[in-house]
Every structure is written in structure tokens, then in C-alpha cells.
């Protein structure tokens, strides 16, 4: 590829512009969500990705053992 080619090809990538394919909203929430279903939500959440992990790490020596 020539320098030429390379300038044009930088120089359309610069002047396109990028569209938000979000959709935001600037209004307040719908639903209002208390801070209990918050807390439920977040304890759920978090038992659901630590809770494999730690059971894997409470269990290493069993599978390491394992023959």
C-alpha cells in the first residue's frame, strides 16, 4: 500500500462519525426499585458468580488428588 492510500484510508476513518446504537433515556426510571429488591438483587448476583468460584477453591486439593 502506498503512503497515498494509507493517508486516504486514515482520512476517511477520521471524518466518519460514529452513531450511538444505545438506546438512552435522560427521563427518571419507570419503576421505582426499592433498596431491599436492590440488596436481593446484588446478593443474588454476587452468590452466582462467587459462588461456583469458591466452591472450586474449597475443593482444589480434592481434584488435584483425583486419580
Known amino acids: 500500500m502506498s503512503l497515498p492510500a494509507v493517508s486516504r484510508l486514515f482520512r476517511s476513518a477520521l471524518r466518519t462519525q460514529v452513531v ?9 426510571a ?7 429488591e436492590q440488596a436481593v438483587a446484588m446478593t443474588v ?4 458468580m462467587l459462588g461456583p468460584s469458591g466452591w472450586i ?3 482444589l486439593e480434592d481434584y488435584k488428588n483425583k486419580k
Do not use: V
Open 30 to 36: 419507570k419503576h421505582h426499585i426499592s433498596g431491599g
Open 45 to 48: 448476583l454476587f452468590i452466582a
Open 20 to 28: 450511538s446504537a444505545a438506546n438512552l433515556a435522560s427521563k427518571p
Open 57 to 59: 477453591l474449597a475443593h
